[in-house]
């Protein structure tokens, strides 16, 4: 009996134990590129941090210079290093005392998971293959989806090999021509407000060679919110960006990008993702989440060049 008892004290103070563990985590990496280290509190060696690691109280944290660090708090705020030195974890955490609102902490976890797990079964050559696909003759440089919340909408296509001009066809929801324009250019600004189109329904459109109509690109779509949608997500935008202390960091960037795609504002959050990827073009895992978000967007050609570019396979 004695020893069943003594079982179930060390099993309690094991999980007692693995319980207070869980709670010490501090940080989660969100991306890194560069040479950064962790030391733990109880050892005197430096291991190599990565994306899904996580830090604890009383870590520290090494990183070299020209590197660069995202951390996800244990409170939904996220955290970036960009200059060289050693950093203790706790001093972290304490400068991201305050918990974040609902709608911050639930789109961090979603970033965080999508990043650290769905992103590492995707690999540079698959990404490569399916934008090589789903080439047409006439590539838009638009998405293929998106809500849009502004009135003046510019919408982009890539130069086609022997074609000197375009024809841009604006479509109603039963298909019927809203808008058609020829353009030497190749892009038309469109202000939607003065083309009185229908909330909540969706309109496409799609650019063709004028001397050969059957030379055209995919059809793109665009929905418009109603007044009540876009002052809802409006307050959640803001809601979220008073919770970023920088909207201007490559990380807090990437959260806006996400917040948008997750809203089926594809456009805005293509916007955001350049922002990011100009200042962190280096990172893996944001190089990875902006080119799976071409590809979930119909942006292949996009996605194709950058890939090319790139030239990564992890």
Not at 98 to 117: A, Q, Y
Not at 118 to 144: G, H
Not at 185 to 208: A, K, Q
Request: contains cysteine.
């Amino acid at each position: 009996m004695k020893s069943v008892r003594l079982i179930v004290i060390i099993l309690l103070a094991l999980g007692s134990e693995a319980e207070l563990s869980a709670q010490d985590a501090l940080f989660t990496v969100i991306a890194s590129s560069g040479k950064i280290f962790l030391c733990g509190k109880d050892t005197s060696r430096w291991t190599e941090l990565s994306a899904g690691s996580r830090i604890f109280k009383g870590d520290r944290i090494k990183t070299g210079d020209n590197s660069y660090l995202g951390l996800c708090h244990m409170n939904g705020r996220t955290l970036e290093i960009l200059k060289g030195g050693i950093y203790n974890a706790d001093e972290l955490s304490e400068k991201l005392a305050s918990e974040n609102t609902s709608v911050t902490k639930k789109l961090t976890d979603f970033l965080v998971g999508e990043i650290i797990v769905k992103n590492k079964s995707k690999n540079m050559k698959y990404i490569s293959a399916v934008a090589r696909e789903n080439l047409t003759f006439i590539d838009k440089d638009f998405p293929a989806f998106t809500v849009v919340m502004d009135s003046s909408v510019t919408f982009r296509w890539f130069p086609a090999k022997g074609v000197p001009s375009y024809a841009f066809r604006l479509m109603s929801p039963s298909g019927g021509t809203v808008l058609i324009k020829e353009t030497t250019d190749t892009l038309i600004t469109l202000n939607l407000e003065e083309l009185n189109l229908e909330p909540g329904r969706s309109y496409s459109w799609l650019v063709f060679n004028p001397e050969n109509p059957a030379m055209s690109s995919d059809s793109s779509r665009i929905m418009i919110l109603s007044r009540s949608e876009l002052e809802s997500i409006r307050d959640s935008l803001q809601e979220l960006e008073s919770d970023l202390s920088d909207t201007l960091s490559p990380l807090n960037q990437i959260m806006v990008a996400t917040f948008f795609e997750n809203n089926r504002m594809n456009l805005k959050a293509l916007e955001y993702y350049e922002k990011s990827i100009s200042y962190t073009g280096q990172v893996p895992e944001f190089r990875k989440k902006y080119l799976l978000f071409l590809i979930r967007a119909g942006l292949f050609k996009r996605a194709q060049t950058l890939s090319e570019k790139w030239d990564i396979d992890n």
